[in-house]
């Protein structure tokens, strides 16, 4: 093996510093064509039969993108229809360099078999590695390399030509790149000219991302934006602080408005309020941006207005600035002004694929269309297509490609169809994709990992267990549960004390460390829960049957059982994996019913109503340190079997078991969290809620105000206290509004390694130390949290992985990623579900409270239905209706009307399908009565097209 | 953006090399006339020299000396100009006697000392150029010095560094692999016997890859007393020859 050597000497700027690296130059990298026989390649991952049909080049032939042709064209180089690239180092560097999605997606292209993409490590070949030269600068030299590269490649080719000749073609978009090639004799093609050739598929041309040659045409001359500054400027101009870096959040309600956070050091984040189109500057949601702060005297105040953009399908520019004037009037007004800035440059694009509608042109002719994203926050798109006529009606995929500063909108192109709108099919896979929540199939490899059936308990795993099956356990669960991953039972022990388990579905024994089943849960996170669909973290075998704690079969469990006297203290505690066979799987209806009946005494309801009685005294203790209880609507649907459509809603009632079984549950928790702790002081993985910031409870202060009360929300044990003494007695919902105001007020409750944090305190709970432990079927903190317990208890080996406190928190902040996207989308899945509920029964009418008071309008409540609506006081179309808003209250005056929060109103509730994309629930005011402004009762026939319920 | 990648998916390292490769090797023995034994070594860009006296009479007390075999005396340091930021070194920092102490153990381990009973052995060992490793630079200078003196050994000592990055072990790690991130183990080794001389590892490392990574440092220690061996015979090949006239 032969090494050369030479060497590059790079300086890096702050301070002279010389670094000299090697670079060893090798002769023993392949050309990787089947075609070669001079390389000595086992593998090889060309093809020797390239053949993309073409009408440019007809030989067979390999591709060569340049860096610039894969950052922007990589929906095209996913196609099945492209095969046999070569992808050069140079490129796969600058790539990731410069995008991470791009880099992670085109490493998955390499890893596709099927796709014969192959990665040529030309830096550290010996013939065509180059050296920059003097004065070059490090894009040309890579622009070089690709060149000696690709020019290597057909020289090295030509040589083994059999039959017809095999070529390389280099695509790049770069003109002065392309001549320079050419000069080189190489043959060269700009992208959108060879995919143009392409014979087997012309819908790729859609896919064609538009480069910077083309959007010139696409747009008029006019400069609607201010141009972004380069990425040196921003980097000084942040340096010497005059401009702020921070992620914009654009506003869902209001398009004209956004705010971008600015993370200033740990704890402290700042925000900047963005006005106006031109001040938001082509910033997109989640875009990392630079902003310069206006003058304090220019600062405003965020309007509590909900704008949304639906002008016309077509360029109109002036309607804007008659939207951005309307802005500036209602601005003049507001008291408490805010930080006010504008978008000055970007630093980072967060671009993903959106899901979303085509809005057709005008013009039927017309191949550029308007995209409107299901995301509100995502500003329209312009594509180019010639599909409209199919793709109206669809629900499609689009990319953003670039948003030039003439253009009002950005430019992007098609992906894919997803299906016809309003299918439930098309928009639960729009909603997953939307949450990127991982729905695909469990792949051959992951199945693999899988027990073989017939699964028994073997002599084994009886030896290192404790046999449980004698014990008189049960599981107590929600109606048509399968997935039972908890197990509970209690009994009189001889000394007069109680014996309590709680049993745990022992998910770790099937799921080992670091195979693909195991990376696939990772991935997950958790199990999502949808309306009539659930897409399970782990794969049916297991969640559904070995795993869960059914009755009367033998399962393997994971066992923490406590010795308590009658007071619930516990005097002992142990943790065992163990063998159970439970005796009845109950819903909670049946255990309450079996608890309540004093005619039924059998082992069962004993063990019942004993945990029943302990946990109502833990629940006395939990609330007595301080524990929240605060209460969400939760809305269930009874679906149809056969048609699958939601035909009666219901919010969840809540029985004395569903909190007897929470109770153990968070004890069992707690416990866990205790010991892994004390074991694994570094790399545990626990979970805390932090304390909201006192500001975020303004709202609730103003609530209870209202109403002459007092909240106190000093620690925990006050904010519950208050709540609980916070009752009117004409007003019994009252107090369950103010509570889910106080829901809506709290952090979100997260994962954490123990050794990188060290506030563990979970406010909900008001316990010092947290984890989860119970539920391993359908969250995977659970599994990792098992196998530590299991290593704490020398009940199983442990791993690399599970010692590392870096890999814990990395993987920490996947999970809390996938439990916040699974939480959004099971209430996108229920907002969909209750918008096909209300599409089957017509016209509703219906009594709500008023949750939030808005500027022109007021957000409602219905407790029937757990459904929150919006009462708008401004329409386009008509003159809108004299109103004030006080801030203060906040109250919201209409035509003389005073709304209060919570006020009581009447309101009718429709399915308002107008907008086929963001069809919604439309509120309107029955009382009181507002002339002008409510409606009157009777305009509908509420029970008309109620489906049958009975047969 | 993200750190360096310093595996890739092809299985190249940053420089080039492949998990298992070692760096260019190259040295010269015999460096210095005045000494007893002297040597030159390139391991990659780290560049060390090293110079043997002795065995000679203990000096300074006579406390120190030991009645049954020789005292190894080792002295490490580093050129103000080795690194890419200038610094002035004063000797006996915490560091180079710590590095001192580990070459000393190392060569106690492999000179036949009891041949030498009351006397002394000194070492001296530079590093003109630091690219990681220099605790192995060190010890494969050292044993050619100390083959150039003549002083009878076991075997040679070989040593290297071996790292660990994405699940897999990489040999002889040059700066940019040290200090990104991730597990360094230095070993020394005899490669005849197998045994080894000195073994460290600073940072935390999962027991299971433990082996792996020890099976990889000793490979790589195999390979370097290849290398060793064969400048040893070119050296006296080329001795040889000029005694002969
Ligand atoms: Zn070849």
Known sequence: ?951 | MAGLELLSDQGYRLDGRKAPELRKVQARMSVFAQADGSAYLEQGNTKALAVVYGPHETRGSRSKSLHDRAVINCQYSMATFSTAERKRRPHGDRKSSEMSLHLKQTFEAAVLTQLYPRSQIDIYVKILQADGGNYSACVNAATLALVDAGIPMRDYVCACTAGFVEETPLADLCHVEESGGGTSLSLALLPRSGNIALLQMDARLHQDHLDTLIEAAMTACKGLSKVLDSVVRQHLKEVSVLTRD
Not at chain 1, 139 to 168: C, F, M, Q
């Open chain 1, 1 to 951: 093996m032969l090494k050369s050597k030479t060497f590059v000497k790079k300086t890096r700027s702050g301070g002279v510093l010389k670094i000299v690296r090697e670079h060893y130059l090798r002769d023993d990298i392949w050309c990787g064509s089947e075609v070669c026989k001079e390389c000595k390649d086992e593998a090889p991952v060309l093809q020797a039969d390239a053949c993309i049909e073409s009408t440019l080049c007809v030989s067979p032939h390999y591709l060569i993108p340049d860096t610039n042709v894969v950052l922007h064209q990589i929906d095209i180089l996913e196609d099945p229809l492209i095969k046999n690239v070569i992808i050069l180092q140079t490129v796969l560097q600058e790539v990731r360099h410069r995008s991470a999605t791009v880099y992670k997606r085109i490493k998955d292209v390499v890893h596709d078999k099927e796709k014969h993409f192959y990665t040529f490590t030309n830096e550290h070949h010996r013939y065509t590695f180059i050296e920059r030269e003097p004065g070059e600068s490090a894009n040309d030299r890579n622009d070089r390399a690709i060149r000696v590269a690709a020019k290597w490649y057909s020289d090295h080719l030509v040589k083994e030509t059999w039959g017809r000749p095999l070529k390389v073609v280099l695509l790049t978009n770069d003109r002065a790149n392309k001549e320079m090639a050419e000069e080189h004799g190489l043959l060269v093609y700009k992208c959108d000219e060879y995919i143009k050739s392409l014979i087997g598929n012309p819908e790729l041309v859609d896919r064609l991302a538009l480069t910077s040659d083309d959007q010139n045409d696409i747009t008029g001359s006019k400069l609607l934006f201010s141009e972004h500054l380069p990425l040196s400027r921003i980097q000084a101009g942040i340096k010497n602080g005059v401009l702020l870096q921070g992620t914009f959040h654009a506003n869902r309600d209001n398009y004209l408005e956004g705010t971008v956070l600015i993370q200033q050091d740990e704890k402290d984040v700042t925000e900047v309020l963005l006005q106006g189109l031109q001040n938001i500057n082509r910033a997109v949601n989640q875009d990392v941006v630079a902003v310069e702060l206006f003058p304090k005297e220019c600062w405003v105040a965020p309007l509590s207005v909900v704008l949304q953009d639906d002008g016309p399908n077509d360029e109109d520019a002036e309607e804007d600035e008659a939207q951005n004037k309307y802005l500036q009037i209602l601005t003049s007004k507001s008291i408490v002004r805010k930080p006010t800035g504008q978008v000055v440059g970007i630093i980072k694009r967060n671009w993903r694929p959106f899901c979303g509608m085509l809005s057709p042109s005008q013009i039927k002719e017309a191949t550029r269309h308007l995209f409107t994203p299901a995301d509100r926050r995502i500003p329209r798109i312009r594509i180019e297509t010639r599909q409209a006529a199919t793709l109206v009606g669809q629900k499609i995929m689009v990319a953003i490609d670039g948003w030039p500063k003439s253009s009002r909108y950005p430019n992007g192109h098609f992906v894919r169809s997803l299906g016809t709108a309003g299918d439930k099919e098309t928009e639960t896979e729009v909603l997953l994709l939307e949450h990127d929540v991982p729905h695909q199939p469990f792949s051959q490899a992951v199945l693999s990992f899988l027990p073989k059936m017939p699964w028994n308990i073997t002599e084994e795993d009886m030896k290192v267990r404790v046999d449980l099956r004698h014990l008189c356990v049960c599981s107590v669960d929600p109606p048509g549960c399968t997935d039972i991953d908890d197990a509970l039972h209690s009994r009189e022990l001889e000394n007069g004390n109680i014996e309590v388990g709680v049993h745990i579905a022992d998910v770790s024994h099937f799921i080992r460390p670091g195979n693909a089943l195991d990376e696939e849960a990772a991935k997950r996170g958790t199990t999502v829960y949808l309306c009539g669909k659930r897409i399970d973290m782990v794969p049916e075998l297991l969640s559904s049957n070995l795993c869960s704690l059914r009755s009367n079969v033998e399962r393997l469990a994971f066992s923490c059982i406590w010795e308590m006297n009658h007071n619930a203290e516990v005097l002992n505690i142990r943790f065992t994996k163990s063998v159970i066979n439970s005796k009845a799987s109950l819903t909670y209806a049946e255990a309450q019913m079996r608890i309540d009946d004093t005619n039924i005494n059998d082992d069962i309801t004993k063990s019942l109503r004993c945990l029943n009685k302990l946990a109502k005294i833990l629940k006395g203790q939990r609330t007595e340190k301080g524990a929240l209880t605060l209460s969400s609507p939760e809305v269930r649907f009874h679906i149809d079997s056969e048609t699958h459509d939601p035909i009666d809603l219901q919010t969840k009632e809540l029985m004395e078991t569903n909190s007897m079984v929470e109770e153990f549950m968070l004890l069992a928790n707690i416990s866990v969290a205790q010991k892994i702790y004390d074991e694994f002081s570094e790399c545990a993985v626990l979970r805390k809620h932090p304390s909201p910031p006192p500001s975020s409870y303004d709202i609730l202060f103003k609530a209870a105000k209202s109403r002459n009360l007092v909240i106190l929300t000093d620690s925990a044990k006050a904010l519950a206290d208050s709540l609980n003494n916070a009752t009117i007695e004409s007003f019994p919902y009252f107090n369950t509004l103010l509570r889910i105001l106080a829901t809506r007020c709290m952090m979100q409750a997260v994962y954490f390694c123990s050794g990188m944090d060290s506030d563990f305190h979970h406010y909900g709970l008001a316990s010092p130390i947290y984890t989860h432990f119970t539920s391993p079927i359908r969250r995977y903190a659970d599994i990792i949290v098992h196998r530590l317990l299991a290593v704490a208890i020398n009940a199983d080996t442990t791993y690399p992985d599970l010692m590392d406190k870096h890999k814990q928190a990395a993987l920490c902040n996947n999970l809390n990623y996938r439990h916040k996207m699974a939480q959004y989308a099971q209430r996108a899945s229920v907002a969909f579900h209750t918008q096909l509920f209300f599409r089957n029964k017509g016209i509703i009418n219906e009594e709500g409270f008023i949750l939030f008071v808005r500027k022109n309008a007021i957000i409602i409540l219905i407790p029937k239905f757990g459904l929150e609506g919006t009462v708008f006081f401004e329409n386009k179309d008509k003159p809108s209706p004299d109103h004030s808003f006080d801030s203060e209250g906040p109250t919201l005056t209409v035509e003389k009307h005073t709304f209060h929060m919570f006020d009581k109103v009447k309101v009718t509730i429709s399915l308002d399908a107008s907008n086929i994309q963001h069809q919604r629930i439309r509120m309107a005011l029955i009382e009181p009565v507002i002339p002008g402004v409510s409606v009157a009762v009777g305009e509908s026939e509420p029970e008309a097209k109620k489906p049958k319920l009975d047969r």
